[in-house]
């Protein structure tokens, strides 16, 4: 019997599991201890639930094709609906007419399992992000205040006539405004940088990850070139968008060589390139990114320019090498 994850081999061996449910349990074990969600399996071409697999015929199984998303993905792209749909609101509120024309009973009713679907989406996202939901705040509104405004909202529109609810959607329509607001600090929140750094994709979206950062390099090698001349000759603004595709990228990078571990077993001990390796590389890497965020914090332009022109341009242009090692191993699991 083959398993494969999101289609592609992965380094999981059975250890004795003779039935359906304890192999699914197994591959839950091992996506949850690599912060991985386990949601759907295909068997046979038929996909079903990991929590409907009663009455499948074990014997007849030639491969298990388990659907695992990883949590930072699930996050960021259901705090991206919330922010498209709050967005929708709050353009829908601003089009109605004060005497509510064009606005009915069934709109009310898409509102409040709109509202519904909000408190949802904020309890789920708090509970994958373990976020503390009454210190977490956006300005001076604590996250668990935002979900107590949104159950309000919802029971007082669902005792309400059209007209009563045209009124008060108008009066609070600064609700939906600041939930987008939330919703983009928790995207640019230190919590969600530690899940890009911790959370663990499945093994195809890694090797994508891999061929991606290959092709970008040449792009960023020379962005860090272009920064340095502009910190040196005063156009900082230019120099910083540079900068920001710079640490964006890097932070990719980093996560991804993080994650090869525990997926591939790849050691970055074990990849070395004239002697260094890939573990070493990485721990120079990590001690100069530091400084350019200790100097762009400080403002320090002429350190700043220094360090990308004589340190980070050096390291960087040699990691081609590294990240075409890291390829070849992965690709021999």
């Not at 005792?159 to 939330?182: D, P």
């Not at 890009?196 to 970008?216: T, V």
């Not at 001349?229 to 980093?254: H, P, W």
């Not at 100069?288 to 960087?316: F, G, H, Q, W």
Request: charged share 25%; hydrophobic share 40%; with cysteine.
């Amino acid at each position: 019997m083959e398993i494969l994850i999101n289609d592609y081999p992965v380094d999981f061996k059975l250890e004795g599991e003779s039935t359906l449910p304890e192999i699914i349990t197994s591959i839950s074990g091992w996506a949850g201890e690599r912060g991985l969600i386990f949601t759907d399996v295909i068997i046979n071409d038929n996909i079903y639930s990991i929590d409907k697999i009663e009455g499948i015929d074990f014997g007849r199984i030639e491969m298990i094709n388990c659907v695992i998303e990883s949590r930072y993905n699930l996050i960021f792209s259901t705090v991206d609906e919330g922010v498209y749909y709050c967005s929708r609101v709050v353009e829908f509120i601003s089009s109605l007419s004060g005497d509510g024309a064009r606005f009915d009973q069934n709109d009310v009713n898409n509102i409040i399992s709109g509202i519904e679907w909000l408190v949802e989406v904020l309890n789920k996202v708090a509970l994958l992000m373990e976020l503390n939901i009454h210190e977490f705040r956006y300005r001076d509104e604590k996250y668990s205040e935002f979900i107590e405004r949104l159950k309000t909202s919802g029971s007082l529109l669902s005792g309400s006539e059209t007209g009563e609810a045209v009124m008060y959607l108008k009066a609070n329509a600064a609700l939906f405004q600041e939930l987008k607001e939330l919703f983009r600090m928790i995207h640019m929140s230190g919590e969600m940088k530690n899940l890009i750094l911790k959370s663990i994709d499945s093994p195809d979206i890694l090797l994508q990850s891999l061929h991606s950062l290959a092709g970008e390099l040449p792009k960023v090698i020379k962005d860090i070139e272009e920064a340095a001349i502009s910190f040196q000759s005063g156009r900082d603004s230019a120099a910083a968008e540079k900068m920001n595709y710079f640490i964006d990228f890097m932070l990719r990078y980093t996560r991804t060589c993080y994650q090869v571990v525990p997926v591939f077993g790849v050691n970055p001990a074990d990849i070395s390139v004239d002697g260094l390796t890939l573990e070493d590389k990485n721990a120079s890497i990590m001690e100069l990114l530091n400084e350019v965020i200790e100097s762009m914090e400080n403002n320090d332009i002429v350190s700043l320019a220094d360090i990308l022109e004589y340190e980070i341009m050096p390291v960087t242009q040699g990691l081609d090498s590294y990240i075409g090692n890291l390829i070849s191993h992965v690709e021999k699991k």
